[in-house]
């Protein structure tokens, strides 16, 4: 069974850019959730998709955003890019959306603005 | 809202002692409680998880982790750590009532002595 695969793997962008960041889940897994690993910050919660809909969203401003699929697929935007959002953003999905289940992560996309 | 604290930033134990990483929660009702690994440059891996009944919770790779509800503690322990655990770890609170969101402590990161 494939895991929950992430792409790109590493992305450089200049500040003020956008950024698109692409997760696709565990087959059967309807449940997508975006965080931030940033240095020194810890994992930050983002973003929840649960069949096609926004469930739930941190403490992020509006320049984040994204959206998930028909096929439970997900992308995460990020607008106009500051320096300051340089991070490992990391995907994990899940099949209970109705009950906290372990999530599972994926290897993340390191974003680097310059 | 829910929280974790996870009190040591760096452990360093020597290859074949015991381990005990420290975590300890707040939530106002019975938690879902959950460790993750994540090897340098990783996403996270789950190691175990806790979602009611016995409160000794038994993992992957050898690693168990006891509920205490009276010190709201959830530590994660290995009686022999090898040299392959060195990674950080996080431990992390989940909630039905918080969009299904996962919230991290801040880590904690193991290193292990020849």
């Known amino acids: 069974e494939a895991g929950v695969t992430q792409s790109p793997t590493h992305l450089i962008k200049t500040r003020g850019q956008q950024a698109t960041l692409r997760c696709s889940p565990i087959?059967?897994?309807?449940?997508v959730y975006w965080y931030q690993q940033a240095l020194g910050l810890g994992l930050q919660f983002l973003l929840w998709?649960?069949?096609?809909?926004?469930?739930n969203r941190g403490n992020f401003p509006p320049r984040f955003s994204g959206r998930q699929f028909p096929n439970y697929s997900s992308e995460l935007n990020v607008n106009a890019l500051e320096l300051e959002d340089s991070a490992l953003y990391l995907c994990?999905?899940?099949?209970?959306?109705?009950?906290?289940?372990?999530?599972?992560f994926g290897s993340g996309t390191r974003l680097t603005v310059v | 809202a829910q929280s974790v604290t996870q009190p040591d930033i760096h452990i360093t134990v020597s290859e074949g002692a015991s381990l005990e990483l420290r975590c300890n929660y707040s939530y106002g009702a019975t938690p879902y409680l959950f460790w993750y690994v994540q090897s340098p440059g990783q996403g996270l891996q789950l190691l175990l998880k806790?979602?009611?009944?016995?409160?000794l919770v038994q993992g992957i790779k050898g690693f168990e982790a006891e509920f205490k509800r009276s010190q709201s503690s959830f530590n994660l322990r290995k009686p022999s750590v090898h040299w392959s655990d060195a990674a950080e770890y996080f431990c992390a609170v989940g909630a039905t009532n918080a969009g299904n969101m996962l919230t991290f402590g801040g880590g904690t990161r193991l290193m292990v002595k020849p």
């Open positions: 087959s059967g897994h309807t449940s």
């Open positions: 998709y649960d069949e096609g809909e926004e469930r």
């Open positions: 994990a999905s899940s099949s209970l959306p109705g009950r906290v289940g372990g999530y599972t």
């Open positions: 806790y979602f009611s009944g016995d409160t």
